[in-house]
T-cell receptor, first 110, second 110 residues
Framework: KNEVEQSPQNLTAQEGEFITINCSYS?????LHWLQQHPGGGIVSLFM?????KKHGRLIATINIQEKHSSLHITASHPRDSAVYIC????????????WGAGTKLIIKP | DVKVTQSSRYLVKRTGEKVFLECVQD?????MFWYRQDPGLGLRLIYF???????EKGDIPEGYSVSREKKERFSLILESASTNQTSMYLC?????????FGSGTQLSVL
């Protein structure tokens, strides 16, 4: 079993829909990252969370430390949100290494 | 804006060739990383460096080496390229918890 599991693996939705991507992990963590990767592009950091909730524009990230679960929400989704969304956790026992999820491929249709 | 620059976007090499992938960051970050990304898998750490001339093996160092002679430059070396090293290679630097990625090098080994 992977230490970081994302669901769904693939998600196709219509423009305007509310999107939720989930990340569950099995290790103790000091932080959780959400990142975005556009086709053929590099990876951009969206959020770093250690507790609670963060919001940036139409993106909202939440984390429940007790349940070892985080969600990334996109409100009023747009085709430009189409990308791979990646969750990564920083293991409490490691200062430098992250454990990466396999990513969720999101397609928003106009 | 922080910039992490990878020298090549696409690279095609022959089996047995020595391959150099270069990465330069412009923000004086101490930590730099090399990852490979394969379809369906999360990012896998090859090597990281937390200072000049310092390097640590990641999860999959076999077949690779690295060099960090200057703080801004972190090079990944494939001593004798093999077909199973065909992959997307991503360089990153970090400052505290904030990650910055290059746009990646898609390496094909024929």
């Amino acid at each position: 079993k992977n230490e970081v599991e994302q669901s769904p693996q693939n998600l196709t939705a219509q423009e305007g829909e509310f999107i939720t991507i989930n990340c569950s992990y099995s290790v103790g963590i000091s932080a959780l990252h959400w990142l975005q990767q556009h086709p053929g592009g590099g990876i951009v950091s969206l959020f770093m969370l250690s507790s609670g909730k963060k919001k940036h524009g139409r993106l909202i990230a939440t984390i429940n430390i007790q349940e070892k679960h985080s969600s990334l929400h996109i409100t009023a989704s747009h085709p430009r949100d189409s990308a791979v969304y990646i969750c990564a956790v920083r293991n409490m026992d490691s200062n430098y290494q992250l454990i990466w999820g396999a990513g969720t491929k999101l397609i928003i249709k106009p | 804006d922080v910039k992490v620059t990878q020298s090549s976007r696409y690279l095609v090499k022959r089996t047995g060739e020595k391959v150099f992938l270069e990465c330069v960051q412009d923000m004086d970050h101490e930590n730099m990383f090399w990852y490979r990304q394969d379809p369906g898998l999360g990012l896998r750490l090859i090597y990281f460096s937390y200072d000049v001339k310092m390097k640590e093996k990641g999860d999959i160092p076999e077949g690779y080496s690295v060099s960090r002679e200057k703080k801004e430059r972190f090079s990944l070396i494939l001593e004798s390229a093999s077909t199973n090293q065909t992959s997307m290679y991503l360089c990153a630097s970090s400052y505290y918890e904030k990650l910055f990625f290059g746009s990646g090098t898609q390496l094909s080994v024929l």
